[in-house]
């Protein structure tokens, strides 16, 4: 059983990034789970499964120029369809 239907991943790039800040804020802001924040302070990878993806883009986008970014639906895709 799926808790949060969209798998959010993203690549953030920006100056002096930090793992645990954005890590933090997600947990506290964004209701999600499965969360993965990797990186350095140039370049960090997301992947956050939430209900609420446009909070993750938006919170990423403010750190700095987002790219590479996926939405899936993992509620389609349990049921055999694209997501």
Request: proline share 1%; aromatic share 8%.
């Amino acid at each position: 059983m799926l808790t949060y239907q969209f798998d959010t991943q993203l690549l953030i790039e920006g100056k002096n990034l930090s793992e645990d800040a954005i890590e933090e804020y997600l947990e506290k802001n964004i209701e999600g789970d499965c969360l993965l924040v990797v990186g350095d302070e140039d370049v960090i990878k997301i992947h956050y499964h939430t209900d609420t993806p446009w909070k993750v883009l938006e919170y990423g986008a403010s750190l700095g120029e987002i790219y590479d970014v996926v939405v899936e639906n993992m509620k389609r895709q349990a049921d055999g369809l694209n997501g």
